[in-house]
């Protein structure tokens, strides 16, 4: 589940110290359902924040934010927003985990908004995760993790999720020919241009008792 948040970027640390304080960490722990949670910030818009939240089901996401509790607990946030928040859930259909640690504070996420008629989701997927891919990955340095997200509410609206050691990291990977050859294969896949964005990681908490490698 995402979230989108958007402050000026001088309350951007405001926001962090409330998403990130014990209240707010105690309440998550009381609940069900919620693995991992994640306060983003894009390197490109300054301010525009995505709390991005893993969870068991949509059921329980739901329940969650329906939760008055909920309300309270963000209340402190509301004066800080520029507009209202947007939130967007979507079902992750494949990850693959390639370095056991977690990501850190200090990490880097990419998210690349791909857009393919619903029918084509498959084979997008199976070009994505193919055993060569996969085999390409594993080898990368800075590599995480990376996975496949499509919207619930927008059939074949997808991202694809990668987290990194660093930006440079990725920088590197996205200039190897294998991703150009790869962006070759899948490119009569998508309605529109895919978009890319990068965010560094301002916060990161591991909730539920699942690994790293089992997210």
Same mark, same amino acid.
């Given at each position: 589940? *995402?979230? @989108?948040?958007? %402050?000026?970027?001088?309350?951007?640390?405001?926001?962090? #110290?409330? $998403?990130?304080?014990? /209240?707010? #960490? !105690?309440?998550?722990?009381? =609940?069900?359902? =919620?693995?991992?949670?994640?306060?983003?910030?894009?390197?490109?818009?300054?301010?525009?924040?995505?709390?991005?939240? @893993?969870?068991?089901? /949509?059921?329980?996401?739901?329940?969650? *934010?329906?939760?008055?509790?909920?309300? %309270?607990? &963000? +209340?402190?946030?509301?004066?800080?927003?520029?507009?209202?928040?947007?939130?967007?859930?979507?079902?992750?259909? &494949? +990850?693959?985990?390639?370095?056991?640690?977690?990501?850190?504070?200090?990490?880097? @996420?990419?998210?690349?908004? $791909?857009? %393919?008629?619903?029918?084509?989701? /498959?084979?997008? &997927?199976?070009? $994505?995760?193919?055993?060569?891919?996969?085999?390409?990955?594993?080898? %990368?340095?800075?590599?995480?993790?990376?996975?496949? $997200? !499509?919207?619930?509410?927008?059939? +074949? #609206?997808?991202?694809?999720?990668?987290?990194?050691?660093?930006?440079?990291?990725?920088?590197?990977?996205?200039?190897?020919?294998?991703?150009?050859?790869?962006?070759?294969? &899948?490119?009569?896949? *998508? =309605?529109?241009?895919? !978009?890319? *964005?990068?965010? #560094?990681?301002?916060?990161?908490?591991?909730? +539920? !008792?699942?690994?790293?490698?089992? @997210?």
């Amino acid at each position: 589940h *995402f979230t @989108i948040l958007k %402050v000026m970027p001088e309350n951007v640390e405001k926001v962090t #110290r409330i $998403l990130g304080s014990v /209240p707010t #960490r !105690e309440f998550y722990t009381s =609940i069900k359902g =919620i693995d991992t949670g994640l306060l983003l910030e894009s390197l490109d818009e300054p301010g525009k924040l995505y709390s991005f939240s @893993i969870w068991d089901s /949509p059921a329980s996401a739901q329940a969650t *934010f329906a939760n008055p509790d909920y309300a %309270v607990l &963000i +209340g402190d946030l509301r004066s800080l927003l520029l507009a209202a928040p947007a939130h967007c859930g979507n079902i992750q259909l &494949i +990850g693959r985990t390639f370095q056991a640690q977690p990501p850190t504070e200090k990490s880097y @996420i990419h998210q690349t908004h $791909l857009t %393919v008629q619903p029918e084509n989701v /498959p084979r997008l &997927i199976s070009n $994505l995760y193919s055993e060569k891919m996969l085999a390409i990955s594993q080898a %990368v340095p800075g590599l995480l993790r990376t996975d496949a $997200l !499509e919207s619930l509410d927008e059939p +074949g #609206r997808m991202i694809s999720l990668s987290w990194w050691e660093s930006p440079t990291a990725a920088q590197k990977a996205y200039q190897m020919p294998e991703y150009e050859d790869l962006l070759s294969e &899948i490119g009569t896949c *998508f =309605i529109k241009k895919p !978009e890319r *964005f990068g965010f #560094r990681v301002l916060l990161i908490v591991l909730y +539920g !008792e699942a690994s790293w490698a089992q @997210i």
